[in-house]
């Protein structure tokens, strides 16, 4: 193993603990926590000490308790919309795929339209029409995903419907659900889990900014954004309210692009055999 595929073998079991850390955190948030999600018994913004270690909220609630609850948020929201983006993505980019000339053409523009939508303003649509829930937020990041993997479901379908094996089995009257299932869909799985990695950890970043504009889930839900926001005020005098879901929401987004960049070295053997 060259010194190069050893730096990518490292990151992808750096990016799998913190992860994984970050899942047993949120796991665990569903059976037990610190303190009751809503107990506000524990003073306004004291420091860290034995009854709560990292101190409290504005509010005397446990900032461990509430990132905990974050985590399984940020998790579930990540989640959901990799699942609805690229269940409808990968769809849609299969049927432009094979679509006739005109039908792909016109798929291609409404994709290019869509993504230039800012995603922030689709979930504000969302939540105009719906209300503010970790249900919209899913829904609106899920829809906005959805558009950047359906164009690259396209990009590759179109290329590997060029290749001449693709030709001789049409040829030799294969029928296309098959040469979908056969073909198709091994040749772009690899490069589309990897998308789906990187867009996993997008995800956790829109949710937590969708919840800092008060557009996430409502309390007393704690996402990592709301607890950013919250803490604002009071950055100065309480530092730890702000950087503690700072801190988790950098290290659950830098663990998921470790993955994402080992998961391309495991799926591509071309950058493999140049490592």
Do not use: C
């Amino acid at each position: 193993m060259s010194g190069r595929s050893r730096r990518r073998s490292v990151a992808l079991v750096v990016g799998g603990v913190v992860v994984g850390l970050v899942v047993l955190v949120a796991v665990v948030s569903l059976f037990w926590t610190p303190y009751a999600p809503d107990d506000t018994t524990g003073g306004r913004l004291t420091g860290p000490s034995g009854a709560h270690w990292l101190g409290t909220d504005k509010l005397g609630q446990d900032l461990v308790t509430r990132l905990m609850i974050g985590a399984r948020i940020a998790l579930e929201t990540g989640l959901g919309a990799v699942l609805l983006g690229g269940a409808l993505g990968i769809a849609f980019g299969l049927a432009a795929g094979f679509a006739q000339r005109w039908l792909d053409d016109t798929v291609a523009a409404l994709l290019d339209i869509l993504i230039a939508f800012p995603t922030l303003l689709l979930a504000m649509l969302v939540v105009a029409a719906r209300g503010a829930s970790l249900t919209s937020a899913v829904l609106a990041i899920g829809l906005a995903m959805s558009a950047i993997v359906a164009r690259l479901t396209r990009i590759l379908v179109k290329r590997v419907l060029a290749q001449d094996y693709i030709t001789a089995s049409r040829t030799s009257g294969t029928p296309w659900l098959r040469v979908i299932w056969e073909h198709v869909l091994p040749n772009i799985w690899p490069t589309l889990v990897v998308n789906l990695a990187l867009q996993f950890g997008l995800a956790v970043l829109a949710e937590a900014s969708l919840s800092y504009l008060g557009l996430g889930p409502p309390p007393p839900n704690a996402s990592w954004g709301q607890l950013l926001q919250e803490a604002q005020a009071t950055v100065l005098t309480a530092p730890v309210g702000a950087l503690a879901p700072g801190v988790a929401l950098v290290l659950l987004v830098v663990g998921v692009n470790l993955i994402a960049d080992g998961l391309r070295d495991v799926a591509d053997p071309t950058r493999r055999r140049s490592a």
